[in-house]
């Protein structure tokens, strides 16, 4: 249990520093009361994935959404799962990216003057030397279960950047600090971008099957606790981070919060190194979920081949590195990201297929199925909203997407 709680939170934890971000495009008060909300019904529907996989008799996402929806619910399940995971190992190479960089040239500040290793300096050197030395290695294994060490480390170096961005925040110059009239703000100018980033951080669906397997016992009882406290300590740490960071920030809140403080900023540069190592870790949590879409839809029927697994391994890793090389913008990757797969995987498949496994008798408005009805018609409408909002951005340059060469 202990194991599947770090993979569980390390896997919501991974996108933790974009929640600043989220925070200052909802608003503070607002932005706090969404967190807090969508982390109890990330909470609920996590555990009905498990539910709905009880009531179909299937034991994958893709085979739950074809029992109810036929081969049309099969596709889509996969396509939302390998965007989501795929859109999550893009962030998270992006972020390798932006702080892996800034603490070698802190520790070395003459390294750039050396013809030989002043590549290590260089952003797009360094994603992709870490992806190939580190992450690829990690997504090799076919056991999730041997990532969970690797997640506990993980998570104690979240809580690092925690505590930094905390000590940091207030001790930054006036220069880098944002408008303070803007701290008690109710509602901001992106409530739906915000969505979109905040279940980008929290979704786990499109591997908490995966995650339920992996207990010695797998009961709904043992999942829901590992949920329960998955949950309850990244909401804590999301919290501390988002509050904390948006109060020193607030209208100049980055997609990375880390990206706010100065790059000689020595406790912030420990913070970027912790950053940069967590996602070596996370990344390959979301490469196991996108070769599983594909394993399951393409090749469910066969036996595990070895040439298969090294090919789609690699071909995935190497497609989502190339894709993070040349865009710095976190913020607008989370957005699109989120506010479309994660809120299609969180909120509106769980709640349509337990609408459709539950009793057919009984009306949509019943008190038993009210809640999943709700949600499905919270799910459509952020996904819709927040998909034209982040693209239109994007187009106009609003959101100061950048492409890095």
Same mark, same amino acid.
């Given at each position: 249990?202990?194991?599947?709680?770090?993979?569980? %939170?390390?896997?919501?934890?991974?996108?933790?520093?974009?929640?600043?971000?989220?925070?200052?495009?909802?608003?503070?008060?607002?932005?706090?009361?969404?967190?807090?909300?969508?982390?109890?019904?990330?909470?609920?529907?996590?555990?009905?994935?498990?539910?709905?996989?009880?009531?179909?008799?299937?034991?994958?996402?893709?085979?739950?959404?074809?029992?109810?929806?036929?081969?049309?619910?099969?596709?889509?399940?996969?396509?939302?799962?390998?965007?989501?995971?795929?859109?999550?190992?893009?962030?998270?190479?992006?972020?390798?990216?932006?702080?892996?960089?800034?603490?070698?040239?802190?520790?070395?500040?003459?390294?750039?003057?050396?013809?030989?290793?002043?590549?290590?300096?260089?952003?797009?050197?360094?994603?992709?030397?870490?992806?190939?030395?580190?992450?690829?290695?990690?997504?090799?294994?076919?056991?999730?279960h041997k990532l969970s060490r690797a997640s506990a480390l993980a998570l104690i170096g979240m809580l690092i950047i925690v505590a930094s961005v905390l000590v940091e925040g207030p001790h930054v110059g006036p220069d880098l600090k944002g408008d303070p009239s803007k701290r008690l703000s109710f509602v901001?100018?992106?409530?739906?971008?915000?969505?979109?980033?905040?279940?980008?951080?929290?979704?786990?669906?499109?591997?908490?099957?995966?995650?339920?397997?992996?207990?010695?016992?797998?009961?709904?009882?043992?999942?829901?606790?590992?949920?329960?406290?998955?949950?309850?300590?990244?909401?804590?740490?999301?919290?501390?981070?988002?509050?904390?960071?948006?109060?020193?920030?607030?209208?100049?809140?980055?997609?990375?919060?880390?990206?706010?403080?100065?790059?000689?900023?020595?406790?912030?540069?420990?913070?970027?190194?912790?950053?940069?190592?967590?996602?070596?870790?996370?990344?390959?949590?979301?490469?196991?979920?996108?070769?599983?879409?594909?394993?399951?839809?393409?090749?469910?029927?066969?036996?595990?081949?070895?040439?298969?697994?090294?090919?789609?391994?690699?071909?995935?890793?190497?497609?989502?590195?190339?894709?993070?090389?040349?865009?710095?913008?976190?913020?607008?990757?989370?957005?699109?990201?989120?506010?479309?797969?994660?809120?299609?995987?969180?909120?509106?498949?769980?709640?349509?297929?337990?609408?459709?496994?539950?009793?057919?008798?009984?009306?949509?408005?019943?008190?038993?199925?009210?809640? %999943?009805?709700?949600?499905?018609?919270?799910?459509?409408?952020?996904?819709?909203?927040?998909?034209?909002?982040?693209?239109?951005?994007?187009?106009?340059?609003?959101?100061?997407?950048?492409?890095?060469?």
């Amino acid at each position: 249990m202990i194991d599947s709680v770090a993979n569980m %939170a390390n896997s919501i934890l991974g996108a933790g520093a974009g929640l600043p971000y989220a925070v200052s495009q909802a608003g503070f008060v607002l932005g706090i009361i969404l967190l807090v909300v969508l982390c109890l019904i990330t909470d609920w529907t996590i555990r009905l994935v498990v539910i709905n996989a009880k009531l179909s008799g299937r034991n994958s996402y893709i085979e739950i959404m074809n029992s109810c929806f036929g081969s049309s619910g099969r596709a889509a399940v996969s396509v939302f799962q390998f965007s989501f995971a795929f859109g999550g190992m893009c962030a998270f190479g992006i972020i390798i990216g932006d702080t892996i960089p800034h603490v070698i040239r802190s520790l070395f500040p003459a390294l750039h003057t050396i013809p030989v290793l002043s590549v290590f300096t260089n952003r797009q050197f360094v994603i992709a030397f870490c992806t190939v030395c580190v992450s690829y290695p990690l997504s090799l294994y076919r056991d999730i279960h041997k990532l969970s060490r690797a997640s506990a480390l993980a998570l104690i170096g979240m809580l690092i950047i925690v505590a930094s961005v905390l000590v940091e925040g207030p001790h930054v110059g006036p220069d880098l600090k944002g408008d303070p009239s803007k701290r008690l703000s109710f509602v901001g100018p992106g409530v739906f971008q915000a969505i979109g980033v905040m279940s980008f951080a929290f979704v786990c669906h499109h591997n908490s099957l995966l995650i339920y397997g992996s207990l010695r016992t797998p009961t709904l009882d043992r999942f829901a606790k590992v949920t329960h406290i998955s949950t309850a300590i990244s909401l804590v740490a999301c919290c501390t981070l988002a509050i904390s960071a948006f109060w020193v920030f607030t209208d100049r809140t980055q997609g990375n919060i880390l990206n706010n403080f100065s790059r000689s900023d020595t406790i912030i540069n420990v913070a970027r190194f912790c950053f940069g190592l967590n996602m070596f870790t996370t990344l390959p949590l979301e490469l196991f979920v996108c070769r599983e879409v594909i394993e399951q839809y393409f090749f469910s029927h066969e036996s595990f081949n070895p040439q298969r697994h090294v090919f789609f391994t690699s071909v995935i890793l190497f497609s989502s590195m190339l894709l993070s090389l040349f865009t710095c913008d976190l913020g607008v990757t989370l957005e699109i990201t989120g506010g479309v797969s994660a809120t299609a995987l969180a909120f509106i498949f769980p709640a349509a297929c337990y609408l459709k496994l539950s009793e057919p008798r009984i009306p949509w408005y019943s008190r038993t199925k009210l809640p %999943a009805s709700a949600c499905l018609s919270f799910g459509i409408i952020v996904m819709i909203t927040s998909l034209f909002l982040a693209l239109g951005k994007t187009w106009t340059h609003e959101g100061d997407a950048k492409i890095c060469l």
